[in-house]
């Protein structure tokens, strides 16, 4: 199988590796550049709608979508897709897409649709409504997508070396605008398949604004596992935003559940989905396969999605806790950094943030006091030692003193009645004298 590596010089990249039917990791560079370069082209897709939902089939039992669906299937929720163009005119995306401003890039062309070919993948994945009774089906098939385009690139590396200077190194990235813009639009999951190998401070100033506005963010952990560093060295670059505090990073695995040869391993592997083989529609309306951490991060938020439908006011780490202790093919020890702590499910993950939500005490704290009233108590003693000792001993060192007292008066007198009479000199003269 032909995979295309392409690796990041401190630009976002799309994160999908390129099997015959879906578009490769794609940079998205901070300057624009003159032309945008034509994606990869497509092989021919499958003979139907009716074959693409037998042939997804393995993924949604493996996050038993079916069985999540029974609670919600993400009505009222909007999911900020940072990526490509979206075509909104698919049958399963039809009326639910919201095209957002440029982040970066231009928006999806019609008489361009490569541009726009990685976007309608993972929109489609994230939330496919099916066209009829055929037709692909997204975890969360009533949710919304909110479209923040980014420019995609194609930037080829040989991977032998440490990733270039970051060329982001501005006040500003696009990624960040696109957060913040998300976050400030009613999106409750953003879902990015993208990245870069170095840390910006205005990225994780806005993941933070958007954690603290309750959204949850989703994103790929990278495909650089099986490159030359990751065998040097036994891990993979960290990539970023899914290296953020906070950010739920994804791994792949294929349909047994292992991990993907290609997938990212290291500690910013949260958990993991489905990410080799996975159907998509693209653009036009015909259906392809995606590999890469592109697909599982797009299954990730639409499970993210379904939580946030069923409960809106929860927190994102109640979301993330919610997935983490609910992972099915979890590994022996618990964790590694190849799959996280597991495979999401849905169904699971939905039955947790229920109990997660219930047990949570919310604790209202008036303006003028920082931490609340605090627990009411028992009246606490007066400081200082114990009344009964203190006379105890008062008692004890008055009756000392007089004893001390009398000791003295009884010395006093027993000296004056026995003891030796002093006599002056001219007084004992006279004495010799009369005698």
């Known amino acids: 199988m032909l995979r295309r590596r392409l690796w990041a010089t401190g630009v976002l990249v799309a994160i999908s590796v390129a099997v015959p039917v879906v578009p490769a990791f794609a940079t998205v560079p901070t300057e624009m550049p003159a032309e945008t370069p034509a994606a990869p082209v497509l092989a021919a897709p499958p003979e139907g709608a009716a074959d693409v939902r037998e042939d997804q089939r393995w993924v949604l039992e493996m996050l038993r979508a ?30 639910r897409v919201i095209a957002g401003p440029d982040m970066g890039s231009v928006k999806f062309d019609r008489s361009k649709p490569d541009a726009g070919r990685h976007g309608t993948a993972m929109a489609s994945l994230i939330a496919g409504a099916g066209n009829g009774e055929e037709g692909l089906l997204g975890i969360a098939p009533e949710a919304g997508i909110l479209s923040l385009p980014l420019i995609v690139e194609e930037r080829p590396k040989d991977g032998s070396t440490l990733p270039e200077e970051d060329l982001r190194s501005r006040n500003d990235s696009p990624l960040a605008r696109a957060i913040r813009y998300a976050a400030d639009n009613g999106a409750k999951v953003i879902s990015m398949s993208l990245g870069a190998y170095g ?48 950010v739920i990073g994804v791994g792949a695995v294929d349909r047994l559940g292992k991990p993907a040869s290609f997938s990212s391993d290291n500690l910013s592997v949260l958990v993991s989905a489905p990410g080799v083989g996975v159907p998509v529609v693209v653009p036009g309306g015909n259906y392809g396969s995606s590999e890469g951490t592109s697909s599982a991060t797009a299954l ?39 799959i996280g702590f597991g495979v999401v499910d849905a169904a699971a993950a939905l039955a947790k943030a229920d109990r997660l939500v219930a047990g949570a005490v919310e604790i209202s704290v008036p303006d003028d006091k920082h931490f609340g009233a605090g627990v009411p108590h028992e009246e606490y003693s007066r400081p200082g030692p114990d009344p009964l000792r203190l006379w105890l001993y008062g008692t004890g060192l008055v009756g000392g003193l007089v004893a001390f007292a009398a000791a003295v008066v009884m010395l006093g007198r027993h000296s004056d009645g026995n003891g030796p009479v002093v006599v002056d000199a001219e007084t004992a003269k006279r004495g010799r004298s009369r005698g």
């Open 66 to 95: 079916q069985e999540a669906w029974k609670v919600t299937r993400g009505s009222g929720v909007t999911v900020a897709l940072v990526d490509s163009g979206v075509d909104d005119q698919v049958a399963e995306l039809r009326g």
């Open 199 to 246: 840390p910006h401070r205005s990225e994780r100033e806005a993941v933070s604004y958007a954690l603290s506005r309750g959204v949850v963010l989703v994103a790929a952990v990278g495909n650089d596992g099986d490159s030359q560093y990751t065998m040097d060295n036994s891990t993979s670059f960290w990539n970023f935003p899914a290296g953020y505090s906070g």
């Open 300 to 338: 990730v938020a639409g499970v993210a999605a379904l939580i946030k439908a069923k409960y809106p006011n929860i927190a994102p780490q109640m979301v993330a806790q919610a997935l983490v202790s609910t992972a099915s093919v979890s590994p022996t020890a618990g964790y590694d950094d190849h």
